[in-house]
T-cell receptor, first 113, second 113 residues
Framework: GNSVTQMEGPVTLSEEAFLTINCTYT??????LFWYVQYPGEGLQLLLK?????DKGSNKGFEATYRKETTSFHLEKGSVQVSDSAVYFC????????????FGSGTKLNVKP | ETGVTQSPTHLIKTRGQQVTLRCSSQ?????VSWYQQALGQGPQFIFQ???????GRGNFPPRFSGLQFPNYSSELNVNALELDDSALYLC????????????FGPGTRLLVL
């Protein structure tokens, strides 16, 4: 079956620190992979995505590389800001049932000034 | 361009009651998906509607049902509410049935007492 596993939070960092949030997946075939961000009181927003092995998704200074060999899609940012404080969700799209997306449980990031 | 909107924002019901949640998709989007997000968890796929027909369903019982209207707005109905139905219900729309990018609404928080 399909599933996504994320590192548990909360992750607390100081401003300008380096961020890594780990995500691994289990899937049949080769799914598209996504990172979504959820700010307090808001719905999920797509942060970045990658559709095939070795693709790198990037947006707003965040990056993630689709690693087929390790079935991973870790989120990184070189220098976090207080405004990055949110919950981050890793997700995959079932390659055989396009209507189904599977989300991880989310990782809360707190960035302190 | 209007984003995805949901109503109501909050709702309190008692066990055994029925509830209807509403979603207006983003302009031009003909596909709507509904998700349940329990506290501290990632969203779980309930079902998807495409051009007024259900197009796939997650692991939810039949008391969860939906509708999509000709203007592509949608409803989620839950009958015989249970305490475990307490969650944030998210609606997401996409440009087409193959669209990878989903646009989420802010959600409806349902509390079942």
């Amino acid at each position: 079956g399909n599933s996504v596993t994320q590192m548990e939070g909360p992750v607390t960092l100081s401003e300008e620190a380096f961020l890594t949030i780990n995500c691994t997946y289990t899937a049949t075939g080769y799914p598209s992979l996504f990172w979504y961000v959820q700010y307090p009181g808001e719905g999920l927003q797509l942060l970045l995505k990658a559709t095939k092995a070795d693709d790198k998704g990037s947006n707003k200074g965040f990056e993630a590389t689709y690693r087929k060999e390790t079935t991973s899609f870790h989120l990184e940012k070189g220098s976090v800001q207080v405004s990055d404080s949110a919950v981050y969700f890793c997700a995959l799209r079932d390659p055989y049932n396009f209507n189904k997306f599977y989300f991880g449980s989310g990782t809360k990031l707190n960035v302190k000034p | 361009e209007t984003g995805v909107t949901q109503s109501p924002t909050h709702l309190i019901k008692t066990r055994g009651q029925q509830v209807t949640l509403r979603c207006s998709s983003q302009s031009g989007h003909n596909t709507v998906s509904w998700y349940q997000q329990a506290l501290g968890q990632g969203p779980q796929f309930i079902f998807q509607y495409y051009r007024e027909e259900e197009n796939g369903r997650g692991n939810f019982p039949p008391r969860f049902s939906g509708l999509q209207f000709p203007n592509y707005s949608s409803e989620l109905n839950v009958n015989a509410l249970e305490l475990d139905d307490s969650a944030l219900y998210l609606c997401a729309s996409s440009e087409s049935i193959l669209g990878e990018t989903q646009y989420f609404g802010p959600g409806t928080r349902l509390l079942v007492l």
